[in-house]
């Protein structure tokens, strides 16, 4: 079964907790992105990773922390700096394309409730 | 489900009619767009693109119309059913970088028997 998966589905962090969303990929895609969604909002880039052992920070990168050590993985963690971390979490890949024309194909999400 | 965009805006339209969803995107120099489709609970569906060298792109039941004199893009979907019913997003790339996608705030499309 191709595709990207994310886990867990639903998570639970106290205050001052770090906690780690899993993104696992198996379309041999070299791009993987990590986007946040709120209500009332469009996906907000987190972190970007083009190849294996590099990524970029992406517009709200503050308060999370990545790793891409192989290709098929590309972890998130939330950090007790994330003031605010209740939010829709989404993992996508994307190939190069012809030229980079290529659409991101996007995991199921983690939903992220501090309680 | 996960209720995600409470507070977009909403298109309802009647099951078999046309619906038009539009988008203003922010960037002239993007290059490529593309149309998601994202119900509650899950992840974004890809659903039609198109380059900046195109203005006009059809798929099944799906049209997107671009227009980059006014920056502007739509979604034509024809004959609606009540499993259109989503949150609809646009997204553009900005040529030059890397492959970053711009998503815009989405719309919901409600569609009523």
């Known amino acids: ?115 | 489900g996960e209720s995600v965009g409470l507070h977009l805006p909403t298109l309802s339209v009647q099951e078999g009619d046309n619906s038009i969803i539009n988008c203003a995107y922010s960037n002239s120099a993007s290059d490529y767009f593309i149309w998601y489709k994202q119900e509650s609970g899950k992840g974004p569906q890809f659903i039609i693109d198109i380059r900046s060298n195109m203005d006009k792109r059809q798929g099944q039941r799906v049209t997107v119309l671009l227009n980059k004199t006014v920056k502007h893009l739509s979604l034509q979907i024809a004959a609606t059913q009540p499993g259109d019913s989503a949150v609809y997003f646009c997204a553009e790339r900005e040529s030059g970088g890397y492959n970053k996608l711009i998503f815009g705030a989405g719309t919901r499309l409600a569609v009523h028997p």
């Open chain 1, 1 to 115: 079964d191709g595709g990207i998966t994310q886990s867990p589905k639903y998570l639970f962090r106290k205050e001052g907790q770090n906690v780690t969303l899993s993104c696992e990929q198996n379309l041999n895609h070299d791009a993987m992105y990590w986007y946040r969604q709120d209500p009332g909002q469009g996906l907000r880039l987190i972190y970007y990773s083009q190849i294996v052992n590099d990524f970029q920070k992406g517009d709200i990168a503050e308060g999370y922390s990545v790793s891409r050590e192989k290709k098929e993985s590309f972890p998130l963690t939330v950090t007790s700096a994330q003031k605010n971390p209740t939010a829709f979490y989404l993992c996508a890949t994307q190939t190069g394309g012809e030229r980079g024309y290529a659409e991101a194909f996007f995991g199921q999400g983690t939903r992220l409730t501090v309680v």
